[in-house]
């Protein structure tokens, strides 16, 4: 058993060290990143529920790495979070986000809606908002079509968050908060920050047990009271669908409409709209 409990220990050190090793090695490969080009914004429509219009699309970032092959954000953005990477990638993302918006207005998709993800890292950032105004310059985009998802976990310093906001706010510029109702501070401030809209979180979808729908019904009347618009995301089946229209949630993203799209691919639909 001593023999047995040694190996184990053993075993579980190299897996530990095995896990330690393979995030460094990526961290380095991150690092280079973005000089290689190896950084690409795919992009997931977003649709209001009653016209069926396309109202915009979410920028989610992938790495594809030279021998790795596709990484998921899910796997380097902690890394990147953990590192401060993320200050370099989070302005790469701006850019090419707000790059891509204006050139697609330009080709008269007018009113297409630009939807960025930002860490805890960017937020927290006293030049936040500055960096944000000066690519919006760069860009020319007009900040009304800039729509800044933060999540809830950000806006525990609550003063901080305020200002912040407040400024986005005076600028023009949207602001969401994502995987609403997984936070704990979700009902307090939300009145005192200056939201757009709110994300319900794709978990509730997922598994519409009698607890899940109530949670979906309560946030959607609250954004109702508000005034914020709704937007449901990981929208997989036509019963989900039919259930948030019922409650009738403004927006919807998700698999059963689309999968987020290379730029080409964005293109390709938007023709094939008749304006
Ligand atoms: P998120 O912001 O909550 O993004 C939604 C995730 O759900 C995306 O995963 C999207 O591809 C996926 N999704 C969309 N529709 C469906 C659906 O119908 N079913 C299911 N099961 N999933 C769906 P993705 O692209 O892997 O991104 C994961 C997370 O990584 C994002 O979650 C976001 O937190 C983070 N992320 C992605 N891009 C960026 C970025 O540019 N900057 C930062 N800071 N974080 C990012
Ligand atoms: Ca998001
Ligand atoms: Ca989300
Ligand atoms: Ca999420």
Same mark, same amino acid.
């Given at each position: ?50 016209? *069926?219009?396309?109202? $915009? ?11 790795? $092959?596709?990484?998921?954000? $899910? ?8 590192? *401060?990477?993320?200050?370099?990638? *989070? ?24 939807? &960025? ?14 960096? &944000? ?17 933060? @999540? ?25 908060? !994502?995987?609403?109702? @997984? ?19 794709? &978990?509730?979808?997922? !598994?519409?047990?009698?607890?899940? @729908? ?20 990981? &929208? ?25 799209? @290379? ?13």
């Amino acid at each position: 058993a001593k023999e047995q409990g040694k190996n184990t220990f053993r075993f579980f050190t190299q897996e530990l060290n095995n896990n330690l090793m393979e995030k460094t090695l990526l961290e380095m490969d991150l690092r280079q990143a973005i000089s290689k080009d190896e950084l690409e914004l795919y992009y997931q429509p977003q649709y209001d529920m009653k016209t *069926g219009l396309m109202t $915009g699309v979410e920028a989610l970032v992938r790495w594809n790495h030279s021998t790795k $092959g596709l990484i998921s954000p $899910g796997t380097f953005i902690p890394i990147a979070e953990e590192s *401060g990477l993320i200050l370099p990638i *989070g302005l790469w993302v701006l850019e090419t986000a707000c790059a891509q918006a204006k050139t697609w207005q330009c080709e008269n998709f007018q009113s297409l809606r630009m939807s &960025v993800n930002v860490s805890i890292r960017q937020f927290k950032q006293p030049s936040f908002v500055d960096e &944000v105004l000066d690519v919006l310059h760069k860009t020319g985009l007009d900040p009304a079509y800039l729509n800044i998802e933060i @999540t809830e976990s950000m806006t525990t310093d609550v003063i901080y968050s305020q200002k912040i906001l407040q400024r986005l706010h005076t600028e023009g510029i949207r602001v969401s908060i !994502d995987d609403f109702g @997984t936070g704990y501070s979700s009902l307090s401030y939300l009145s005192k920050f200056p939201i757009t809209h709110l994300k319900i979180d794709q &978990v509730f979808l997922q !598994d519409l047990n009698s607890s899940n @729908t109530a949670i979906i019904k309560t946030i959607i009347e609250l954004a109702k009271n508000l005034n914020i618009d709704v937007i449901a995301e990981g &929208v997989e089946t036509a019963e989900q669908a039919s259930f948030l229209s019922t409650l009738r949630c403004d927006e919807v993203q998700g698999y059963l409409y689309s999968r987020p799209l @290379t730029k080409d691919k964005v293109e390709d639909l938007l023709k094939s709209f008749v304006y």
